[in-house]
């Protein structure tokens, strides 16, 4: 079925009326890396007036909450902690609270500080940040599993290494009992003019290299759904799922049962978005920008 377009002041109105809780995807959909998309604060602002509830759910585990809020308020959209849920936050409170990590093991971890902010946050030790040096042949063989390893964890990493990717095999290797875990597996990251390499291509260089399978967490899968769903206790029939990918976004909003509203901002295909085996009813499509002529 395809998407209902919404185009029209009335279409919006009744549209915005039949939720209380918008899910908002970050990248793609409120801005591409550091520019907000056009009109979207004005949007938000007006969800809020209207007494919306809005959660920020987004695959990109580059930035803890504290440091999105910052994000967020550079971007001239007010935004709490508590409404924020990235794939590392997803990560930490899955080892924690599901997986009862052993706090005396340590996680190396593949990604960058929000990952190991929020790792932290939850008393578990990271190793890895640093191990950008330079390696040859010859310092290869100073690369060795480490006993205190008890989980890999795999998420955007601008700073990858092969130092980095070398000890995350090793481990993962080594030692079968060491957790491979990844923060999400998307294929490519939104930048704004172009997409680049995302999460899943970086970790589909260890899942190749080691042949094993990670326990992904970001949308669409069930770890941070069931998260999401529990933290929030969201009622699926008066919550819109809003992002800009069928294949992470969307996807997760129908596993939870949630309306969809696909945006296009440049980044989701028209044509894709509308494809034949789009989902379900309770599907929507728009450029979010244009909601700001409600007020
Ligand atoms: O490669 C990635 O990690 C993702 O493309 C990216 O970060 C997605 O973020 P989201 O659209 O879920 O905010
Ligand atoms: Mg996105």
Do not use: Y
């Given at each position: 079925m395809a998407p209902t377009r919404l185009s029209t002041r009335s279409e919006y109105e009744s549209f915005v009326d039949r939720y209380d809780t918008f899910l908002f995807d970050c990248?793609?959909?409120?801005?591409h890396g550091s520019t907000v998309v056009n009109n979207v604060p004005e949007v938000l602002d007006m969800l809020r007036s209207r007494g919306k509830r809005l959660v920020f759910v987004t695959n990109?585990?580059?930035?803890?909450r504290k440091d999105y809020v910052k994000k967020f308020t550079s971007l001239g959209i007010q935004a709490s902690v508590e409404e924020i849920f990235s794939s590392a936050y997803a990560t930490a409170v899955y080892l924690h609270d599901?997986?009862?990590?052993?706090?005396s093991k340590k996680v190396y971890v593949i990604g960058g500080s929000g990952i190991r902010h929020e790792l932290e946050e939850v008393g578990i030790t990271t190793l890895g940040?640093?191990?950008?040096g330079q390696v040859s042949l010859a310092t290869l063989k100073e690369i060795e599993p480490n006993a205190e390893v008890g989980a890999v964890i795999c998420g955007i990493d601008y700073d990858i290494s092969y130092r980095k990717l070398a000890n995350a095999h090793v481990n993962l290797v080594e030692n079968p009992d060491c957790l491979f875990i990844a923060t999400n597996d998307d294929r490519t990251l939104p930048g704004g003019k172009h997409m680049y390499p995302g999460t899943g291509s970086l970790l589909n260089t260890l899942v190749y290299s080691t042949q094993r399978t990670p326990l992904v967490m970001g949308k669409p899968n069930t770890p941070m759904l069931e998260c999401v769903l529990k933290k929030f206790s969201l009622e699926p029939a008066r919550t819109c799922m809003v992002g800009d990918r069928l294949d992470t976004d969307i996807l997760f909003g129908i596993k939870g049962g949630l309306s969809t509203l696909c945006v296009?901002?440049?980044?989701?295909?028209e044509a894709a978005v509308c494809s034949p085996e789009s989902p379900q009813a309770n599907y929507y499509m728009a450029s979010l920008g244009d909601l700001s002529v409600i007020q």
């Open positions: 990248d793609g959909v409120i801005w990109n585990s580059a930035t803890s599901v997986l009862k990590f052993d706090p940040h640093d191990d950008l296009l901002t440049g980044v989701a295909d």
